[in-house]
């Protein structure tokens, strides 16, 4: 492996430029111990939107909420058509570059742990382990009665034969697997109940509204403090779910470094933000760091 460069940081509390400079992302994972913080950017390149860059679904979709779904039986099935229907493409979805690339600095001993917003599973997927899901997952689905826990595709299976010939056309996919439908389209969907006791289905994720449990929080923030840095890859850090932690580094005197296109509401605690592409980057970090590359790192 090639010589490792130093990360050398002093907190200032100033507002660091976009850069296209790779050496602070070189430096925190040649100095190992990194953990990883990702959000929905590292998953635009697989063909999953994020919610707040250039186009991002926010400016045209409202995520339901914990409240409106708990309280409203139209609600709850205007959803399950929407995530029903986004779930057929969201479920095909592959991992780009940038999952690869954290896949293979976990496997080199560079990483501490790998913490994600996204419900995807396409950190999983590219082979990194013991990922901690902030917000949950969608391949999941609990029962809000009894608690029981039931595999996504198994609920797939049973609302495809609830609602035989539902197939309408998207305007969109979003980042959380909801697709965009009108009402009309959305019609007299069939929602399914628990098979235990004959509950309220929710897919296994954090809905806008709802809290974080307070074990997984717990958990992130002893990550935090064991690790030598913090690397944000594709997150604005608007909500405080993510802010929190690097705000806890920052304060630990850990570095902070984060790559994303837009501006984040984090950037004044990170010695630096990167403004490449996210597969491109975290590829070309690797072949500096001498973790060969045959394709798919």
């Known amino acids: 492996m090639r010589m490792r460069p130093t990360l050398n940081w002093t907190p200032t509390g100033d507002l660091p430029p976009g850069t296209t400079d790779l050496e602070p992302v070189a430096a925190a994972l040649g100095t190992g111990g990194v953990l990883v913080l990702s959000g929905a950017g590292i998953s635009t390149e697989s063909g999953i939107p994020d919610y707040r860059g250039e186009g991002g679904s926010l400016s045209r979709h409202t995520p339901m909420t914990y409240q409106e779904f708990t309280a409203s039986a139209p609600a709850r099935r205007r959803y399950w058509a929407r995530s029903h229907l986004g779930w057929r493409t969201f479920g095909r979805a592959r991992p780009n570059a940038g999952h690869r690339a954290v896949a293979a600095f976990q496997r080199h001993g560079l990483l501490s742990g790998v913490i994600t917003q996204n419900v995807d599973g396409l950190h999983q997927a590219a082979g990194s382990e013991g990922v901690v899901e902030l917000h949950g997952s969608l391949d999941r689905v609990v029962c809000l009665t009894c608690g029981a826990f039931t595999p996504r595709r198994e609920l797939a299976r049973r609302l495809e034969e609830?609602?035989?010939?539902?197939?309408?056309?998207?305007?969109?996919?979003?980042?959380?697997?909801?697709?965009?439908?009108?009402?009309?389209?959305?019609?007299?969907?069939?929602?399914?109940?628990?098979?235990?006791?004959?509950?309220?289905?929710?897919?296994?994720?954090?809905?806008?509204?709802?809290?974080?449990?307070?074990?997984?929080?717990?958990?992130?923030?002893?990550?935090?403090?064991?690790?030598?840095?913090?690397?944000?890859?594709?997150?604005?850090?608007?909500?405080?779910?993510?802010?929190?932690?690097?705000?806890?580094?920052?304060?630990?005197?850990?570095?902070?470094?984060?790559?994303?296109?837009?501006?984040?509401?984090?950037?004044?605690?990170?010695?630096?933000?990167?403004?490449?592409?996210?597969?491109?980057?975290?590829?070309?970090?690797?072949?500096?760091?001498?973790?060969?590359?045959?394709?798919?790192?």
């Not at 998207?170 to 969907?189: M, S, W, Y």
């Open 162 to 297: 609830a609602n035989a010939g539902f197939a309408p056309v998207a305007a969109a996919i979003n980042p959380d697997g909801d697709a965009d439908l009108t009402d009309e389209q959305v019609g007299d969907f069939h929602v399914v109940p628990c098979t235990v006791c004959g509950g309220i289905l929710k897919p296994d994720v954090v809905f806008f509204g709802e809290s974080v449990p307070p074990s997984r929080v717990a958990h992130c923030r002893a990550l935090v403090d064991g690790a030598t840095s913090l690397l944000v890859l594709g997150s604005s850090l608007t909500v405080m779910s993510g802010l929190r932690f690097v705000r806890h580094a920052a304060q630990a005197g850990k570095p902070v470094v984060i790559v994303n296109r837009d501006p984040t509401r984090g950037d004044q605690h990170a010695v630096a933000r990167v403004t490449l592409p996210l597969g491109t980057a975290l590829t070309t970090v690797a072949g500096q760091l001498g973790i060969p590359g045959d394709g798919t790192l």
